[in-house]
């Protein structure tokens, strides 16, 4: 990153990076840490701090999320009649603006004409480097790099992908045994449009978070984690749990305009990001993203619930990468979220039904198994995991009751080889 884009950040947020990177910011002033930050970054000094005690994995992320360019914007002059700018594309009536700050839209956003959009294939979701004019009319007039690649050779490719099978599996690094359990019942791929049916306090929110943590452990995977209209608590408590995960959030006091315009605008970036590579996005919850649409357009539900369908259908496989979207949505007493829960579980090829009883036993993931599945999951598991597979529903197809006993023997023994002769013996007490 170049100086003049560390200008954006404050001087608390440059001293914080300073103390991470292992330098003494003490009361120095914005250039000097600006100065300090580069040249320990180029290894062209060494810091002044140890790392010793610090764990390193944090160290990397936060240094990655200020190092790394992301879509958080910086303008700078350029001491012409013309700025640097660079952020996130959003395409609306008017050709479009630049998100220059995170993904929802603020003052310092710069407007696209139409003959701009055209000019360089402008897609929703693009982050785009270029020159605006510097005046009370901020508009983008010309276009240096899109997605990161120079213009001339970013968009070289064109055209629909063809969509593939959903065949591979996403790879977990480091990955909890409640994870390794759920792989069994529900194998997570690549590609997958996947529903997570929660009742309240069901541990969603956990299960989410580990498997955004252990999916960016691969070095494969973009993960990308959207928590919509959340409690400042719950955002506070993911935020820092989400490994190498890119976390974005709403917060309840926001209105519904920015639920749904920070939703679409993430949505539509995993999309141009999964053209280059594979990308994971999880989403905590499309039940409060179609409200927010009902409450914003005063629309019907089914006309709501159908915008959702439209964000959703973005996942999928091709050649050089995908998207998979992994979505909760809420069920409740309430007529509204049962037609959200069947509508959109209507259009996915994979479930997790979670069971709010099983939490109050404290057993996590609180799995119910007879309402999880996955549409091609007999080609995605293993011989081992489809003969566990198999012992497992025989067990509780005989009799219901013994869920909560083989969860349990599975959390604790899933990496025992004497797993099956386990759950055998369970079969043939339950036999007698």
């Not at 999951?377 to 083989?406: A, C, H, M, W, Y």
């Amino acid at each position: 990153m170049e100086k003049e884009q560390y200008q954006s950040y404050t001087v608390g947020e440059l001293r914080s990076l300073l103390f991470e990177l292992g330098g003494a910011p003490s009361n120095k002033k914005k250039d000097v840490l600006i100065d300090e930050i580069l040249k320990i970054s180029c290894g062209q000094i060494t810091p002044t701090r140890s790392n010793r005690g610090r764990p390193a994995s944090r160290t990397k992320r936060l240094t990655e999320a200020y190092v790394t360019p992301t879509v958080s914007a910086t303008v700078s002059d350029s001491g012409s009649k013309t700025v640097f700018v660079s952020g996130l594309f959003k395409s609306n009536q008017k050709g479009g603006i630049l998100i220059t700050e995170g993904y929802c839209h603020t003052d310092c956003d710069v407007a696209v004409s139409p003959k701009t959009v055209q000019q360089y294939r402008l897609s929703y979701g693009d982050f785009v480097e270029g020159e605006c004019v510097n005046g009370a009319k901020r508009e983008l007039v010309f276009v240096k790099k899109i997605n990161g690649a120079n213009y001339d050779s970013a968009k070289e490719v064109s055209g629909d992908k063809a969509i593939l099978p959903i065949t591979d599996r996403i790879r977990f690094e480091k990955a909890s045994n409640e994870l390794k359990v759920l792989q069994i019942f529900c194998p997570i791929a690549k590609g997958q449009r996947l529903v997570t049916i929660a009742p309240k306090n069901s541990g969603k929110t956990t299960l989410f978070k580990d498997i955004a943590y252990s999916a960016s452990l691969n070095g494969e995977t973009k993960v990308m984690f959207l928590l919509l209209d959340q409690t400042p608590e719950d955002i506070a408590y993911v935020k820092d749990k989400t490994g190498l995960a890119e976390f974005i959030s709403t917060s309840f006091d926001g209105d519904f305009n920015k639920h749904a315009e920070v939703a679409e605008t993430v949505i539509n970036r995993a999309k141009v990001l999964s053209e280059k590579g594979d990308v994971l996005l999880i989403i905590e919850s499309l039940s409060r993203l179609v409200k927010a649409y009902r409450n914003l357009y005063g629309e019907d539900l089914q006309t709501s619930i159908l915008r959702a369908k439209k964000l959703l259908s973005y996942a999928r496989r091709f050649e050089g990468g995908s998207l998979t979207i992994i979505a909760s949505v809420d069920k409740t007493l309430s007529k509204e979220d049962e037609a959200i829960c069947e509508e959109l579980l209507s259009v996915s090829n994979a479930a997790i039904t979670l069971d709010g009883s099983l939490v109050q036993k404290r057993i996590f993931p609180a799995l119910d198994i007879s309402g999880t599945f996955c549409k091609n999951q007999f080609g995605l598991l293993t011989e081992q995991e489809l003969t566990l597979f198999d012992v497992v529903n025989k067990i509780l197809s005989e009799n219901p009751d013994l869920k909560e006993r083989v969860l349990r023997i599975l959390l604790k023994h899933i990496n025992d080889e004497k797993l099956l002769e386990k759950l055998n013996e369970v079969l043939l007490v339950n036999c007698q």
